[in-house]
C-alpha cells in the first residue's frame, strides 16, 4: 500500500470513528476541546506511525488506545504541575493504580451513552445556531475546518474562530457533559434537532454560493441523524426529522439538470428519485406514527413530504391533504413561512385566487420583507392568472433577493418568459 493509499484510509477511518473516540475522552476530561485535541493527537500519531508499519487490524481500537495513553500523559502532566517534586513518585504511582483501570473503563462504557453526551453538548442552547452548526459538523460530522468552511462559503479563519470560541464557551459556561434529565430532554432534544435539520436545509438548498444544493452536507445531518434516532429510540421527533430528510434527500439527482441548474418539484423525473431513501423514510414515519401522542413539526413535514413521495406523477399529488397538514403544522408551529408554504398548497388544490389571497396577507410581515420565496410565490400565482407584467416585477424582486445565483438565474428566467408572454412555476415545497 503506498503512502497515498494509507492517508486515504486513516482519513477514512478517522471520519467513522472520530466522534466515538471524542465522546469516550470528553467524558472522563469533562472538556469537549480537550478531548478533541487529544483525540487528533492520536491521528497525528496513526500519520506518522503507519505508513511504517502497516494499518492495524482494528484501527479504531488503535486510535482508540492512542487517544487514551494521551489522556493519562495529561493527568501524569496536570498532577506533576501540581505537587510537589519530591511527592511525585509515591503520588504518581498511586495515581495510575486509581485512574488508569477507571479511565479504561469508562473508555469501555457503552458507545451510545457517550456518543449522546457529545450531541448534547456540541448542540447546547448556550451556543448560537451557527455555532452549534459547526461544531456539530466538526465533532459529530469529522469534517475539517477547511470542508465546514467550503461548505458554508465562509472564510475558513471565520469558522476556525467560531469552533474556538464554541468549545471556550462551552467551558467557561461549565457545560456538563451527560444527558439531560427529566423535563430538560424534550428542550435540549430540540436545540439537537434544529440544528441536525439547519444543516441538511443549507445542504438540500444551499443559501448563497454558485451551487444549488450541497450533498454532502445533506449526507452528514442524514447521517448524524440516524445516529440520533439510533441513541434514542423512544423519541418520535427523531423519528419524524430522519423521515423528513429520507424523502426529501431522495430527491437529490432529480432537482439539478445537467448544468447545474435547478428543477423545481413538479418538472422532475420522478424516476431519478431514489425509491430506497423514500421506503427508509416511510419506515421513520411509520415508527414515529407507532411510537405514539400527537405529531410534532418534524413529523408533520415528513407526513407533507411523504404525499410528493406516494405521488407517481405531479398530477396525482393530494394537495388538500398536503394543506390540511399545513393546517395542523400552523396550530403546533405557528410561522410566517408555514403560512406561505401553506398558500401554494391551498392554490394547488384550490386555484391561485385562493392562493393570492393568503399571500397578500403575509405581504406586511417584518421577517418576510426579505425572503425572496415570498415575491417568487407570488409571482407564480399572478403568472397562473394571467397578471403577466405583475408576475415579471415580483419574479425580478425575488431574484434581487437571493444570494444563491443558479436560483437568481432562474428566477430572472422566468421573469423573462413574462415579457414573452408565459412563465412556468416558480415555488418549490
Known sequence: MTATDTHRTIDAVWHIESARIIAGLARMVRDVGLAEELAQDALVAALEQWPESGIPDNPGAWLTAAARHRAIDHFRRQEMRERKHEEIGRELEARQERTVPDFEAAMDDDVGDDLLRLVFAACHPVLSPEARAAL????LGGLTTAEIARAYLLPEATVAQRIVRAKRTLAEAHVPFEVPRGDE???RLASV???IYLIFNEGYSATAGDDWMRPALCEEALRLGR????LVPREPEVHGLVALMEIQASRAR?????SGEPILLLDQNRGLWDHLLIHRGLAALDRAAKLGGARGPYALQAAITACHARARTAAETDWERIAELYDDLLRIS???VVELNRAVAVSMAHGPAAGLDL????????SLRSYHLLPSVRGDFLVKLGRLDEARVELERAASLTRNARERDLLLKRAAACSRGGAGHTHSP
Open 185 to 187: 430532554i424534550e428542550a
Open 254 to 258: 432529480a432537482r439539478v439538470g445537467p
Open 359 to 366: 399571500l397578500d396577507a403575509l405581504t406586511s410581515e417584518p
Open 136 to 139: 456539530t459538523l466538526r465533532l
Open 193 to 195: 434537532l434544529e440544528v
Open 334 to 336: 405557528p410561522s410566517p
Open 227 to 230: 445516529i440520533v434516532a439510533e
